[in-house]
């Protein structure tokens, strides 16, 4: 804090004179010098410099005295004094950021551009409403994912930006030439295949073969029995791609309704907000009911689009064993 002492001005003051241990200037009128609780006292351009350089580089509650070893922390009030009117704005805007950042219990709300808004909730998970509108997961605090969990929703927001669909179709119905590693897919026939490079090959095992066969078996090749683990694979494969292509299908129609039903209630408050302007308030109340409605309809979409992700990992035999928490095995324990 500030020295009373150090800060009258008047014949007394005119006749103190110190000196800056950082400028090594003497002779400094009192009135020009500020102290910290810790008793180092120095100049008030040393101090601003300090404290500019600081509040530059991103620091703000941990702003320490310039004495050296010294680990006091400076007062708040001090630097804001001292410093420019701008520089004092940054330097409260950092201390809310850093208060933010270290409380669990409050983050920011996602929105782009950002609103300015930070929200607080007791649990670190469910989801919220910021005054903004937008609604997001407190948790990862991506979009609303509702009933998924945190992990179910970047898995299947990962496994759809990748198109994992055509790669799982690619490992059911295809099989890499030996010699160009090409994908080769089957119709149907025998089991030796011909690669567009001219390689012959056994379809069931992969390896390279000659070119005379018959119906059942290959000259040459040993792999004329029925492959079980390859089989096996096929069949898992074709199962899981059918799985998603299912899911998938019914999350993006509700998906795609909710974006059109987002547009309609944009349109619906245009035309509430328009009339109240021309009109009166009682006009825009009487709008209220359909926007209650068309929000109650958009949360219920939402959480009916992403329960197709949540059945697809939540019952999908072991797809999602691995990763599943303790607290989501109990719960589909008790479905």
């Known amino acids: 804090v500030f020295d009373p002492s150090l800060m009258n001005s008047g014949h007394s003051s005119k006749k103190k004179r110190m000196s800056c241990d950082i400028c090594i200037e003497d002779g400094i009128p009192s009135h020009a010098m500020t102290r910290m609780e810790c008793g180092h006292s120095f100049c008030n351009d040393c101090w601003k410099e300090h404290f500019t350089v600081r509040i530059n580089e991103g620091e703000s509650k941990r702003i320490k005295c310039m004495a050296h070893k010294c680990n006091a922390i400076c007062d708040e009030d001090v630097v804001r004094k001292l410093v420019r009117p701008e520089l004092a704005e940054k330097f409260d805007r950092f201390l809310v950021e850093s208060y933010v950042e270290d409380n669990k219990k409050i983050k920011w709300c996602p929105s782009v551009p950002h609103c300015g808004n930070a929200i607080r909730k007791e649990d670190d998970d469910g989801e919220v409403e910021c005054s903004c509108g937008l609604q997001f997961c407190f948790g990862c605090l991506g979009e609303s994912h509702s009933p998924c969990s945190c992990l179910m929703w970047k898995l299947w927001s990962k496994k759809c930006a990748e198109e994992s669909e055509t790669v799982t179709w690619m490992t059911a119905n295809t099989q890499l030439c030996p010699k160009c590693s090409k994908p080769v897919n089957r119709i ?6 011909t690669c567009i490079c001219g390689q012959h090959f056994c379809w069931l095992c992969g390896g390279a073969t000659g070119l005379d066969h018959t119906w059942t078996s290959i000259s040459g090749h040993s ?97 999602f064993k691995d990763e599943m928490s303790d607290k989501d095995r109990e719960i589909k324990k008790n479905l």
């Open 188 to 193: 149907s026939g025998c089991n030796l295949m």
């Open 223 to 319: 792999c004329g029995r029925y492959n079980d683990d390859k089989e096996w694979q096929l069949e898992r494969a074709k199962r899981d791609s059918n799985r998603y292509a299912h899911y998938h299908y019914q999350y993006k129609a509700h998906a795609d309704s909710l974006k059109l039903e987002d547009k309609l209630k944009k349109s619906i408050l245009k035309k509430a907000v328009l009339n109240s302007e021309t009109k009166n308030q009682a006009v825009f109340n009487d709008y209220n009911w359909v926007i209650k409605g068309m929000d109650l309809l958009s949360r219920s979409r939402r959480i009916l689009s992403n329960s197709f992700p949540f059945v697809f990992y939540m019952f999908g035999e072991e797809l």
